[in-house]
């Protein structure tokens, strides 16, 4: 299994265990083009998550590059990832931010 799998595959195992509905996106023929390794789902909330190796950090496709751009300018949260620390980080940065929107009156 090469790393990004390894990646993609702890990143969708931590998501499950922190309460995400996760959807593993495969490409192939009749698929958006560009879209997202994986999709959650918590709390109303989604999130577009793309998983690379630590060598190809942030290097995206051109049609990953406009689905990302279509989703940003949709006011969607597109993150590329290249290891479940990162991951971890992000879902305690939403976490802590729905904690503070619930405070609010």
Known sequence: MDAESVILNATR??????????MRI???????????????VKRGMTIF????SPKWRG???KDQEKFK????????MFYVIDS??????IVDD???????????P
């Open 13 to 22: 195992q931590y998501l499950r265990l922190k309460g995400w509905y996760v």
């Open 26 to 40: 495969q490409q192939s023929i009749g698929c958006h083009p560009g879209i997202s390794d994986l999709i959650a």
């Open 49 to 52: 998550v793309e998983t690379k």
């Open 59 to 61: 290097k995206l496709s």
């Open 69 to 76: 751009a279509e989703i940003e300018a949709h006011g969607g």
């Open 84 to 89: 479940v620390d990162e991951m971890i980080k």
């Open 94 to 104: 939403l976490e802590h931010t729905e904690k503070l929107k619930e405070r609010l």
